[in-house]
């Protein structure tokens, strides 16, 4: 799996680097050569391409220095426009392209001296940003942000090493003028801009460039999550015992439907089974019992007492209770409905309900009510908010939210005790001892109403099969994401409905299985 490092992670790992005795210079030399041989491939061929580095005078400018070295050694023609005199390693790689290329470098003090090199981004075909690096704490200023001004108007293809010019490494907020790179090559590790939106829709593709350090430079640094892979998944993803029966593996009440909605009960009862769960109980109000009975034959479905607007009463809650006995897992939420009723089932299965819990939909809208129940004890539980009911339930703007996922996800997951899914992309699960997970599989065909109902369906499946919350909220988000693009190799992600999905999931699991 990849990690995710924070920008100040990545300076204590070249902090540590030169204690080891690996000096500024051999790191940058490394990340220059890499960038290089990732930019050819990705070109294919770099003979005869002319290449522009626009680069800062710090540790980024340096890296980019080396990668147009070796591009132009290759063949490549090649400029570089330095702002301001280079230090250090940064220095040591000016130094190293003038001799190489002694006529085609210029340093540049201020903003006229730039206007001047125009031409210089006429001529290119493939600019190399390497003004700003992982160190900016605020919106570019001064030199830097011109020359990320004049790359706006750049018609051709942009490289940025290690984040596009003027992000901040550690959020996906953009603060001011930056850079749209076609490939970003991540020095080392991914940082939180390659990942969350919007900063993410600038990087484009984001490569992960190796960089020298040594090997115990990264054993005491703290990622901020995991990106998972179908390596970890498939570990995570538990055996089925050949002589296993339907008690074997696991119980799972879903408490869901309301008139209108009697297919969100349905679709989160079928991913529930999809995901390996030996049986499936529906509690759903008596209006749409026979439309949930009829949706989904091979689960035990339970009319529960329902007001006249075809919600759950007040008195569902006993039910939902009586149900939750010798269950593994409670899911609850899909479709419930926003009325007193489903408001107090909520509570009393977060309160009083002796098996584990899945919150979805409805049930965060209640919790967002009453956000004292989550300060009140209560067993293991796992949310399932997408950014707008998580925005509710922390009384933050959603547009705050989703560049901090992953910042919001760790302190929630800490603060509510449970297992925190913040719904993507990329989608951020963490647990409440900081380990965290970053899913970016799935698609377009997910933005479809019911897709949520699923996937809470499928992480109470796999719960209820033995494995723990973080793990089982973590597999069931890459099943769920993987399932969008199995279904979009023969299918358009426009028509791809949530029911579609359903019969998806047994390929994923399968390939998981072989892996």
């Known amino acids: ?41 990705w070109l294919t061929d770099v003979r005869g391409r002319r290449f522009l580095a626009v680069c800062g005078k710090g540790g980024n400018g340096g890296d980019a220095l080396c990668a147009l070295r070796y591009l132009g050694l290759w063949g490549g023609e090649v400029r570089a426009i330095v702002l301001g005199k280079p230090s250090g390693a940064a220095g040591e790689e000016y130094r190293a392209f003038s001799a190489s290329f002694p006529e085609q470098v210029q340093v540049v003090e201020n903003e006229a001296e730039l206007n001047a090199l125009r031409s210089w981004f006429s001529w290119a075909e493939i600019v190399l940003d390497g003004i700003l690096g992982v160190g900016i704490e605020g919106p570019a200023q001064g030199l830097p942000r011109k020359a990320i001004e004049l790359l706006a108007d750049f018609p051709g293809l942009v490289v940025a090493m290690d984040l596009p010019s003027g992000l901040l490494a550690d959020s996906g907020r953009i603060p001011g003028s930056a850079v749209r790179a076609q490939l970003t090559l991540a020095m080392g590790a991914l940082k939180p801009c390659h990942l969350l939106p919007p900063a993410a829709e600038l990087c484009g593709e984001v490569r992960v460039v190796e960089v020298a350090y040594p090997p115990a430079v990264w054993r005491n640094l703290e990622s901020l999550a995991e990106v998972l892979d179908e390596e970890r998944c498939s570990a995570l993803l538990p055996p089925r015992p050949r002589f296993g029966h339907k008690g074997t593996f696991g119980r799972v009440l879903v408490v869901a439907g309301a008139v209108g909605m009697a297919g ?30 009829g949706l989904i034959p091979e689960a035990l479905v339970h009319p529960g007492p329902a007001e006249p607007e075809g919600t759950f009463s007040p008195a569902a809650a006993e039910e939902a209770l009586r149900l939750s006995q010798g269950m593994d897992v409670v899911v609850a939420g899909p479709g419930l409905g926003r009325t007193p009723g489903p408001a107090e089932v909520v509570r009393a299965l977060l309160t009083e309900n002796p098996a584990k819990l899945v919150l979805d939909a409805d049930a965060l809208f209640a919790l967002a009510h009453d956000k004292k129940l989550l300060q009140r004890k209560h067993g293991e539980l796992i949310l399932t908010p997408h950014p707008g009911e998580f925005s509710r339930l922390v009384d933050a703007p959603t547009e705050e939210v989703i560049p901090e996922k992953i910042r919001w996800a760790k302190e929630k997951a800490k603060e509510w005790r449970a297992v925190v899914v913040l719904k993507g992309p990329p989608t951020v699960i963490s647990s409440p001892d900081g380990r965290t997970f970053l899913n970016t599989t799935g698609n377009t065909a997910l933005a479809h109403g019911g897709s949520g109902d699923v996937l809470a369906g499928l992480i109470a499946g796999l719960w209820a099969g033995g494995i723990p919350a973080l793990d089982a909220a973590a597999l069931g988000v890459f099943v769920h994401g993987r399932a969008a693009e199995v279904l979009t190799l023969e299918h358009s992600a426009r028509a791809g409905l949530p029911s579609d999905l359903l019969s998806t999931i047994p390929t994923v699991f399968l390939q998981l299985e072989r892996f």
Request: net charge negative; proline share 4%; aromatic share 2%.
């Open 1 to 41: 799996m990849l990690s995710v490092f924070s920008g100040k992670a990545i300076r204590e790992a070249d902090r540590k680097a030169e204690e080891l005795g690996v000096s500024s210079l051999l790191l940058m030399e490394s990340a220059g050569r890499s960038a290089a041989e990732e930019i050819k491939k």
């Open 264 to 293: 969100a009960a349905a679709l989160c009862a079928e991913a529930a089974l999809r995901a390996g769960a030996g049986l499936v109980h529906v509690l759903t109000p008596e209006p749409v019992f026979p439309i949930v009975a």
